[in-house]
C-alpha cells in the first residue's frame, strides 16, 4: 500500500511538471546541401601561387603537361588523376583531359556526389574501382602525366572538347542509355554525352 502510495505522489509531480514552450524547426533552406564525406577546400593561395603556368604560357596541352607542377597534389586532385590514369592512360592527351572534364562536371552536378573522390568510388561507374577503392597507379612517366593533367582539368586551364559532358563510354561498345543522351564529342576511343 505504501508502495501504491509513492508510485501515485511521484506521477502526480511527473504530470504537474510544465515543459518549456519550443518553437517548432523550419525546414532546411534549399541553398544547402549535406554532403556524405568531409569537404575538401581548394589549394590555397600561397600554393596556387607558385604555380607561374597559364594557359598563354603554352601553345599546346603538351607543353602546358610539361610545364606543370605534380607535387603535393590535393587527395581530391588524386582521384581525378587515377580516374584519368585508369579510364584514358592509352589515349591522347585531349582523350585524357575529357574524361578529367566528365568526373569534374559530375562532382558539380547535383545529380553526382559533391567530390571527385566520391565520384570515382562511386557503385557501378568506373570499372577499375573495386569494393569502392581506387587501386594504386605504378610509379612513372604515364602516371605522372596523369597527374599533371588532374591539376590542368582542376583548375580549368585548358578547354576540353566534352565540354559539360557527364557521360561517356568506349566506342567498341553499345549501352542503352546512350541513345537518350545527347553526344558532345568523340575523341580517341571514347564518346562524351550529356
Known amino acids: ?3 501504491d502510495s509513492h508510485d ?7 504530470e504537474q511538471t510544465a515543459l518549456p514552450q519550443v518553437e517548432p524547426l523550419s525546414p532546411p533552406s534549399a541553398a544547402v546541401r549535406f554532403v556524405a564525406s568531409e569537404v ?11 604555380d607561374t ?6 601553345a599546346t596541352l603538351a607543353e602546358l ?14 582521384c581525378l588523376a587515377q580516374a584519368i590514369y585508369f579510364e584514358a592512360r592509352g589515349e591522347s592527351l585531349e582523350g585524357q583531359l575529357a574524361v578529367a572534364r566528365v568526373v569534374i562536371n559530375r ?20 570499372s577499375f574501382v573495386r569494393g569502392g577503392r581506387i587501386p594504386e597507379p605504378p610509379a612513372g612517366a604515364v602516371w605522372t ?9 582542376h ?9 559539360d559532358a557527364l557521360y561517356f563510354h568506349a566506342t567498341h561498345v553499345r549501352p542503352g542509355w546512350a541513345g537518350r543522351m545527347t553526344a558532345r564529342a568523340t575523341i580517341n576511343r571514347h564518346i562524351f554525352y550529356r
Open 40 to 50: 575538401v577546400q581548394d589549394i590555397a593561395d600561397e600554393q596556387a601561387a607558385e
Open 53 to 58: 603556368v597559364t594557359p598563354s604560357d603554352a
Open 155 to 163: 583548375r580549368d586551364l585548358w578547354h576540353s572538347p566534352a565540354g
Open 65 to 78: 603537361v610539361a610545364q606543370t607542377d605534380t607535387a603535393a597534389l590535393a587527395p581530391e586532385v588524386r
Open 107 to 126: 562532382a558539380e552536378s547535383d545529380a553526382f556526389p559533391d567530390d571527385y573522390c566520391s565520384v570515382v568510388t562511386q557503385p557501378s561507374q568506373f
Open 1 to 3: 500500500m505504501a508502495q
Open 145 to 153: 602525366r596523369a597527374q599533371a593533367l588532374a591539376r590542368i582539368a
Open 8 to 14: 501515485r505522489t511521484r506521477a502526480e509531480a511527473v
